[in-house]
């Protein structure tokens, strides 16, 4: 094992607790951190540890709307050793400080503390001494002696564990890397059927929505559907999808285009839809032979394209005033061609496949003139100031791989995806995690240009993509 995992005990805390109502996925434990602060040591040999490197992580369980920076200070002498930016958090990220070496022994020996230093919430982090929950969310100590990384532990990680995401796109992202890689890897299978199991039941669904409220067999936007086209695939008369295909139907206006606000003189569309509402539908269309449900999958890609993508750009979102916004946002962009292609393998026996597949080559072609010579993505693709990112970058590359794998794009977007692959090599960390990726679409595209990085899981789901042979 290249690295150890150094479980956290709590030393001291406030117990104040989540609003009447509210809860945490999975009902897991948590604690709250204010200005107060939290106390944690390690066990009671951590002194004997021998380590060239190491990281204090915590993950969140609390939805953050609101910048949000942490402190941490060393026990022993109220030393600061740095800051851990939580800004417009979701739930099940992953943060980590580096222990600038000199100190490492310290943490050892004395422990740290956490302290809010900027948000007007207290933020919580999942607790310490919680069995159900998964080693990667609780506080730790990752040790290592060797910078090197590879990407066996990313399957590790990937495989079995149990990092799971929150319902919607996050959690259908790792599920659907995760089903590709199935014909690859059976552990990939069992791995899914795990997560299956977090949110779904014999008879419906359940899963911690936004502003961590619980939510049991409804469909909270279309952002939430995507995990459905891959239960739809094992269990296509599940009752849940009854919800779905509901939702689809009544959020879709006049001229067949599915939305949040259907009723809007301008309604929002998003590429994420492409793949959250377009591939679900697609799926679940095929699964039951229901021509309707391929029709609407059809009809929305077709909308999303004339509306977002042209030779300009791909813009990510409509602005809600006939305009457009997030110009080649790279992750935008990763839901638009993946949505687009995953779509397309369910629908290609359609009358309109052919305006699909040259739509698939025209975007891929556009995309991949802005790859960079280490195979990397800026945030926005044009905009090198931006900066590079690993998300946009693997969620392209996931798709230009696919693509050409279901035989739609030629050898050179499987050229762009192994560069990019390789690169992305130079962003795990030593457990299989990947580190390069912009926060959450919640602080708006100034937040997206600000050089902001964070780890989210979501994206072993696209490096399911890119390890599947």
């Known amino acids: 094992m290249p690295f150890v995992i150094l479980q956290a005990n709590v030393l001291s805390n406030e117990a104040e607790l989540l609003d009447s ?27 004997n540890i021998n380590t060239k490197f190491a990281r204090f992580r915590i993950s969140t369980a609390t939805d953050v709307r609101e910048p949000c920076v942490l402190e941490v200070l060393l026990n022993k002498n109220n030393f600061k050793l740095g800051e851990m930016d939580l800004s417009y958090a979701t739930y099940l990220q992953v943060y ?33 001494n919680d069995e159900k929950i998964s080693k990667v969310f609780k506080p730790h100590l990752l040790l290592y002696d060797n ?8 399957k590790r990680t990937l495989l079995n564990r149990e990092v799971y995401q929150p319902f919607g796109w996050m959690e259908g992202v790792v599920m659907d890397g995760l089903q590709v890689f199935t014909g690859h890897n ?45 239960y739809a695939q094992y269990h296509p008369q599940h009752p849940s999808l009854n919800e779905v295909i509901a939702f689809c139907k009544n959020h879709t206006d006049k001229n067949g285009v599915t939305s949040d606000d259907p009723q809007s003189n301008f309604p929002i569309i998003k590429t994420e839809e492409c793949y959250t509402v377009s591939y679900p539908l697609a799926v679940i ?46 992750r935008g962009v990763a839901w638009y061609l993946l949505g687009y292609i995953r779509s397309y393998e369910q ?19 556009y995309v991949i003139q802005f790859q960079q010579k280490n195979g990397m993505w800026y945030c926005f693709l044009h905009e090198p100031e931006t900066g590079l990112e690993t998300s946009g970058t693997a969620g392209i590359a996931a798709a230009l791989k696919y693509g050409y794998q279901i035989g739609v794009l030629d050898a050179t977007a499987k050229s762009a995806s192994d560069k ?9 960390t030593p457990d299989g995690l990947l580190t390069g990726t912009a926060q959450v679409n919640k602080g708006g595209e100034i937040l997206q240009r600000s050089g902001l990085r964070v780890i989210s899981p979501y994206t072993l789901g696209f490096m399911g993509y890119l390890l599947a042979n």
């Open 420 to 428: 990019a692959t390789k690169a992305l090599k130079d962003y795990l």
């Open 186 to 230: 059976p552990e990939a299978n069992s791995s899914l059927y795990r997560r299956f199991k977090q949110y779904f039941t014999k008879d419906g669904f359940n899963y911690t929505g936004l502003y961590n409220t619980p939510i049991a067999n409804t469909v909270m936007n279309v952002e939430t559907v995507l995990p459905f086209a891959l």
């Open 21 to 47: 109502g509210k809860t945490t996925p999975f009902n897991w434990a948590y604690h709250l951190i204010d200005k107060k602060g939290i106390s944690f040591n390690w066990s009671p040999n951590a002194a």
């Open 347 to 365: 629908l290609k026996n359609h009358q309109d496949a052919d305006l699909l597949k040259k739509e698939i080559i025209r975007a891929a072609k």
């Open 96 to 128: 980590e400080l580096q222990i600038p070496q000199k100190y490492i022994n310290d943490v050892l020996n004395g422990g740290i503390t956490l302290k809010k230093i900027k948000g007007e919430k207290p933020i919580g982090v999942f607790a310490a």
């Open 147 to 154: 910078i090197k990384t590879n990407f066996d532990e990313l």
């Open 285 to 330: 269309g095929n699964q039951r032979k229901d021509n309707q449900l391929i029709n609407l999958a059809v009809k929305n890609l077709l909308a999303r394209s004339s509306a977002l993508a042209d030779s300009t750009g791909i813009y990510q979102r409509t602005d809600g005033n006939g305009g457009r916004i997030y110009k080649n946002w790279s």
